[in-house]
Each structure stands twice: as C-alpha cells, then as structure tokens.
C-alpha cells in the first residue's frame, strides 16, 4: 500500500495550479516568458511553455499535465512522488492565486472596492493573530499602502511603486493572492522612500513582521521592507533594478527559499530562526 496512490489523490493532484505550485516549490524550474510576458517557461527550455494546467514542449511535441511535468523535471519518473507532492501541496491552502497565465489578454488592473466606514477586521487580524504592532499598522493604513476590503474584509496591501497589491485574506481559511490584473512582476514595499537597505521577504506579512522586530531595537531606522508575493525572480530583479545593490534577501527557512537564494548568491541574505518571520515575532 506504501506504494501506491488513489484515486481521490490524483485527483487532488490534477487540481493544483502548476504555475503557482512551482512558483512556491521551485521557483528555478519556471520563469516568466521574456517576450511573451503573459505566459511562464521553464529556464533551460524556453520551448517549454508552463501553464496551470500543464505543459508543451514544442521543440519536442511532448506535454502533459501537472503530475507528468514533476514526473519529468522533479522526480525522474517517479509517478507516485509526483502524485503525492501535488496532493499534499493541495491539501494545505490556494496560495498565490495569480494572474492566470493562459489568458491571451490581461484584464486591466483593479483594486478591490475599499471598506468605506472601517477597518476592524483587518486591525484584529493583524495585532492579534499576527503580532503585529498597532502603531505598524496604522503607519500602513496612514501611508494608504493598506486597507479592508470591502467584500470579505481582506487586507490589500498596495504596491507604492508599480500595479501591484497583495491580497491576505482575514478569516480562518487561509487564502493569498494578487489583485485583478496586477503586474506578474510586481512587488509590495513599506519603510523608508530612501533606504540605505532594503529587506527582500516572500510575503507583506513577512515584511511587516521583520520591521517590527527591527524597531524593536531601532526606534527609527532607514530600512524599506518588500514583498515579492512569492519566490519570483523577475519581481527579485525588478526591486534590485530599483534599488541597486541595497537589497538584502530575507525570504524563508526551507528548501525552496534556499534553492532560490543559491541562484543569487551576490545577495547578502538573512535567516529567520522558525520558519518565516511571522513565526519569529509571534515568539518574542
């Protein structure tokens, strides 16, 4: 039985969206299209065009769905590993939720509708289950970098810097995603306009986290704190465009935030103890 996998797991398996997944898991395996930027390739191959779904490799004229592409590029055709990696992967949560990368023509960029009375729900969210400290928050929500969504009271966290927001959801079903239309390169940034650092994180919850552990120490400091949205080169690239060689990597603990800093190595980097840096100012 060890060795063997059912039904109702291929099925979970065939339900994970391929781009986001290896966007999250192996991000050295998918890039965004230098020509044609609405669609995703892998690095090595730009022939092999990723979408959720699947893949073609048209200098080959071989495809497949998601469980096949981790059969061929992940697990040398290992079937039942590849089964069981996207069936666990989906059974956590939809993370990432992004442009969809099959679709000819984008949809223009829309923020969602803004609570006009309130924001509590987004205010608890973020003192009390993440930690995060109220004088922090009001700082966003002043420098309108973040709001409540009007439906489902959803932290947006607006990019200052291009079309781009981070969308959190508030309740107890975990949920992550990007706004309508936003750039698939984009990037979430808060702290200083004119940084002497600039704090690479995989979330806005992240960076959030990490300048408030840092002001902790430092009352004021001339750090900015970004978010990627993900472990994505081409928003990595755009952030150093931007601000030169001041950024500092500090995404996560885990295999997937380590294979994407070995692939830039000319980036100082900084570890969170736990897991992410969440985790780490929910302990202090």
């Given at each position: 039985?060890?060795?063997?996998?059912?039904?109702?797991?291929?099925?979970?398996?065939?339900?994970?969206?391929?781009?986001?997944?290896?966007?999250?898991?192996?991000?050295?395996?998918?890039?965004?299209?230098?020509?044609?930027?609405?669609?995703?390739?892998?690095?090595?191959?730009?022939?092999?065009?990723?979408?959720?779904?699947?893949?073609?490799?048209?200098?080959?004229?071989?495809?497949?769905?998601?469980?096949?592409?981790?059969?061929?590029?992940?697990?040398?055709?290992?079937?039942?590993?590849?089964?069981?990696?996207?069936?666990?992967?989906?059974?956590?949560?939809?993370?990432?939720?992004?442009?969809?990368?099959?679709?000819?023509?984008?949809?223009?960029?829309?923020?969602?509708?803004?609570?006009?009375?309130?924001?509590?729900?987004?205010?608890?969210?973020?003192?009390?289950?993440?930690?995060?400290?109220?004088?922090?928050?009001?700082?966003?929500?002043?420098?309108?970098?973040?709001?409540?969504?009007?439906?489902?009271?959803?932290?947006?966290?607006?990019?200052?810097?291009?079309?781009?927001?981070?969308?959190?959801?508030?309740?107890?079903?975990?949920?992550?995603?990007?706004?309508?239309?936003?750039?698939?390169?984009g990037y979430w940034?808060?702290g200083c306009s004119?940084?002497?650092?600039?704090?690479?994180?995989?979330?806005?919850?992240?960076?959030?986290?990490?300048?408030?552990?840092?002001?902790?120490?430092?009352?004021?400091?001339?750090?900015?704190?970004?978010?990627?949205?993900?472990?994505?080169?081409?928003?990595?690239?755009?952030?150093?465009?931007?601000?030169?060689?001041?950024?500092?990597?500090?995404?996560?603990?885990?295999?997937?935030?380590?294979?994407?800093?070995?692939?830039?190595?000319?980036?100082?980097?900084?570890?969170?103890?736990?897991?992410?840096?969440?985790?780490?100012?929910?302990?202090?």
């Amino acid at each position: 039985m060890k060795n063997r996998v059912g039904k109702s797991q291929i099925e979970a398996a065939k339900s994970v969206n391929l781009v986001i997944y290896l966007q999250t898991k192996h991000p050295y395996l998918i890039m965004q299209d230098k020509k044609y930027h609405s669609r995703y390739v892998h690095p090595e191959h730009d022939s092999l065009v990723i979408t959720s779904r699947g893949f073609y490799r048209f200098s080959v004229g071989k495809g497949g769905d998601q469980i096949q592409f981790l059969q061929d590029y992940v697990y040398n055709g290992d079937f039942i590993a590849a089964v069981r990696a996207l069936a666990e992967y989906a059974g956590e949560c939809p993370i990432w939720d992004i442009v969809d990368a099959e679709k000819s023509s984008p949809k223009p960029f829309m923020l969602p509708s803004k609570e006009p009375d309130a924001y509590k729900r987004v205010w608890a969210y973020l003192t009390v289950k993440r930690h995060i400290p109220a004088s922090i928050v009001q700082e966003l929500f002043d420098e309108k970098t973040l709001y409540q969504a009007e439906k489902y009271g959803n932290c947006v966290f607006v990019s200052r810097d291009c079309k781009y927001a981070e969308i959190v959801g508030t309740s107890d079903t975990r949920y992550k995603g990007i706004a309508q239309g936003a750039d698939a390169d984009g990037y979430w940034v808060t702290g200083c306009s004119a940084p002497d650092k600039v704090y690479v994180c995989e979330s806005a919850i992240d960076a959030v986290s990490l300048m408030s552990i840092h002001r902790k120490s430092v009352l004021k400091n001339q750090h900015a704190y970004a978010s990627l949205g993900g472990l994505k080169h081409q928003s990595l690239q755009r952030l150093m465009q931007k601000y030169s060689d001041k950024c500092v990597l500090a995404i996560d603990s885990d295999d997937a935030a380590n294979k994407f800093a070995e692939q830039h190595p000319e980036l100082e980097r900084i570890i969170p103890t736990k897991k992410d840096w969440n985790d780490v100012l929910r302990e202090q």
